[in-house]
C-alpha cells in the first residue's frame, strides 16, 4: 500500500506518457479503486502517434487511424485532460495548464496541483532561420502532417498533369528533404516509391520527370545504422535517380526556390523539413535542472536530479546510459529507449510511493532498422548489417511487436496483407486540411487559407 494519497501529473501523451501511466493503473490498480492514488494525463492530442509508421501512412500502406492509440480506451483508469502544460512551479507542486475548455470560457489558463510528477512532453521539430521556411516548409512529425504530405506530392503530380508551362510543371515536380536522419530518408524513400507508383495512372507524368532531393549537412546519412550502412543507404537511393546532398544546407527557400549552400538552386513547390527536434518548451518554463541542450538532468532511476517526486524520460531527459564503455554517455533519445524507460519509470513511482528501493534503468542498444519503400531497407542488429528485402521485412515485423494493443496490431497485420493483394490506393484528398472550403465557397466566401477560391485545393 501507498503511504498516503498520491495525485500523479504525467505530462504528455506520447511513448512515455502513455506507457508509464498505463503502468501506473497496473501496479495502482487496488490503490486507484479505493481513492488513494488517481494519476492524470494532460496531452495536446486524445491519443497516441506512433511514429515510426508515419511514412508508411504518407505512402498509403496504413490507414492514419491505425497510426494512433487512442488514450481514452488504453487509460480508462485516468484523467484524460487535453491541453497544454505551459509552466511548471516544482517547489509548489502546480502546473498551469491551457486546455480547450479554459479557451472557451476565456479565463486563459488553469491551475492544476500534484504531489508527484512525470516529464515527458517530447520534442519539436528544430527550425533554423532560414528565409521562406516558415512559410513554405512542411513538417512530418505528426499524423496530420503525414497525410497532409501525400496529400500534397499527389496534388502536386495532378498540377503537374494538366499544365502547359513548363516552370510550373518543373517545380511542381520538384521534391527537396531536408535532413537525413530517420524521419527524413523514411519519409522519402517511402513518398518516392508511391509517387513512381502513381506515375502509372498519369498519361504524361513519368518517374523521370520527377527530381527528389535528400539534403544533409553532415557527411553521412542514417548514422544509427552505421557507416557502411549509411553509404549502402547513400547508393542506393542514388540508383533510384534520388539526389543525395552530403555536406549540404538549405540557406533558403523565398519565393518555393530552395538555395542550397553549394550554390545549387531548384525551383520547388515542396520542402519538408526534417532536419531534427529539440526539446519541449515548456521544459525552460519550470524550476527543474536543465543539460545544456536544454533536457532535464536524471538520475539513472529516472528521477530528476537534485530534487524529489519529479521524474522524466524519453525526448525530454537527459538520462545516463549506464551498459556503455565511456562514462557520461546517455541514452539515445527514441522510441527502443522510450518504451523501456517507461516501464521502470511506471515502477520506481509505485516503488517510492511505497518506501521500497528504486531500481536502475540499463539497456544496451539492440540496433536499428529503417524502411526505404516497398520491400527495401537496412538494418543492423546486434552488430549484423540487413539490406534490402531481409531489413525490410525485419523492420515491418520489429514495428509491429511494438506498436501498442493487439487491436492497433491486428489492424495494421490485416492491412499489409490487403496491401500485398491489391493495388495501391493514390488519391488526394486535398479538402481535409480545410474541410469547410466548400461550403464557405458555397454560401459566398473565400476560405482564408484558399483565397485562389479552389475547395479542393490543400496547397
Known amino acids: 500500500m501507498v503511504k498516503e494519497r498520491a495525485r500523479i501529473l504525467v505530462v504528455g501523451g506520447g511513448y512515455v506518457g502513455m506507457y508509464t501511466a498505463l503502468r501506473l493503473t497496473r501496479r495502482l490498480k487496488q490503490e486507484l479503486a479505493r481513492g488513494e492514488a488517481e494519476i492524470t494525463v494532460v496531452t495536446p492530442d486524445p491519443y497516441m502517434t506512433y511514429q515510426p509508421f508515419l511514412p508508411e501512412a504518407a505512402a498509403g500502406s496504413i490507414s492514419p487511424r491505425h497510426v494512433v492509440v487512442p488514450l481514452r480506451r488504453v487509460l480508462p483508469g485516468c484523467r484524460i485532460i487535453i491541453g497544454e502544460a505551459t509552466a511548471i512551479d516544482h517547489a509548489g507542486r502546480t502546473a498551469t495548464l491551457t486546455t480547450l475548455a479554459a479557451e472557451e470560457e476565456g479565463t486563459g489558463t488553469e491551475q492544476l496541483s500534484y504531489d508527484e510528477l512525470v516529464l515527458a512532453p517530447g520534442s519539436v521539430s528544430r527550425t533554423l532561420p532560414v528565409p521562406g521556411l516558415a512559410d513554405h516548409g512542411i513538417g512530418f512529425k505528426t499524423v496530420e502532417e503525414a497525410i497532409g504530405l501525400r496529400n500534397h506530392v499527389i496534388e502536386q503530380m495532378d498540377i503537374a498533369s494538366s499544365t502547359r508551362d513548363p516552370a510550373i510543371r518543373d517545380a511542381a515536380l520538384t521534391f527537396v528533404f531536408v535532413g ?10 517511402e513518398l518516392e516509391d508511391m509517387a ?12 523521370e520527370d520527377m527530381k527528389w532531393i535528400l539534403v544533409e549537412a553532415s557527411d553521412r546519412i542514417l548514422p544509427e545504422v552505421g557507416a557502411d550502412m549509411g553509404r549502402y543507404t547513400v547508393t542506393e537511393l542514388r540508383r533510384r535517380n534520388i539526389d543525395v ?3 549540404t544546407r538549405l540557406d533558403s527557400c523565398v519565393d518555393r526556390v530552395a538555395a542550397l549552400s553549394d550554390g545549387a538552386r531548384f525551383p520547388t513547390r515542396t520542402v ?41 524520460a524519453g525526448d525530454a531527459a537527459a538520462v545516463p546510459d549506464v551498459t556503455a564503455d565511456e562514462p557520461g554517455t546517455q541514452c539515445a533519445p527514441n522510441a527502443q529507449h522510450a518504451l523501456r524507460q517507461a516501464k521502470v519509470l511506471g515502477d520506481n513511482i509505485v516503488h517510492s510511493l511505497r518506501g521500497e528501493p528504486l531500481q536502475t534503468y540499463a539497456y544496451k542498444y539492440a540496433g536499428s532498422v529503417a524502411s526505404l519503400g516497398f520491400h527495401k531497407g537496412v538494418a543492423q542488429v ?8 531481409a531489413a525490410w521485412f525485419m523492420h515491418r515485423v520489429y514495428h509491429l511487436s511494438r506498436v501498442p494493443t493487439f487491436n492497433r496490431k491486428a489492424r495494421v497485420l490485416a492491412e499489409w496483407t490487403l496491401s500485398g493483394l491489391f493495388k495501391r490506393e493514390v488519391v488526394s484528398l486535398g479538402s481535409l486540411e480545410h474541410p469547410r472550403a466548400e461550403f464557405e465557397l458555397a454560401a459566398g ?15
Open 245 to 247: 546532398r552530403l555536406h
Open 180 to 189: 537525413g536522419g530517420y524521419a527524413g530518408v523514411e519519409a522519402l524513400g
Open 196 to 207: 513512381r507508383y502513381a506515375t502509372r495512372y498519369y498519361h504524361n507524368v513519368r518517374p
Open 272 to 312: 519538408v523539413w526534417t532536419a531534427g527536434v529539440k526539446p519541449h518548451p515548456v521544459l525552460a518554463a519550470t524550476d527543474l535542472p536543465l543539460d545544456e541542450r536544454g533536457r532535464l538532468r536524471c538520475t539513472p532511476e529516472l528521477a530528476v536530479q537534485g530534487t524529489t517526486h519529479a521524474w522524466a
Open 382 to 389: 546486434y552488430g549484423r548489417k540487413l539490406k534490402g528485402y
Open 445 to 459: 466566401g473565400k476560405h482564408p487559407h484558399n483565397p485562389g477560391g479552389d475547395p479542393k485545393g490543400s496547397s
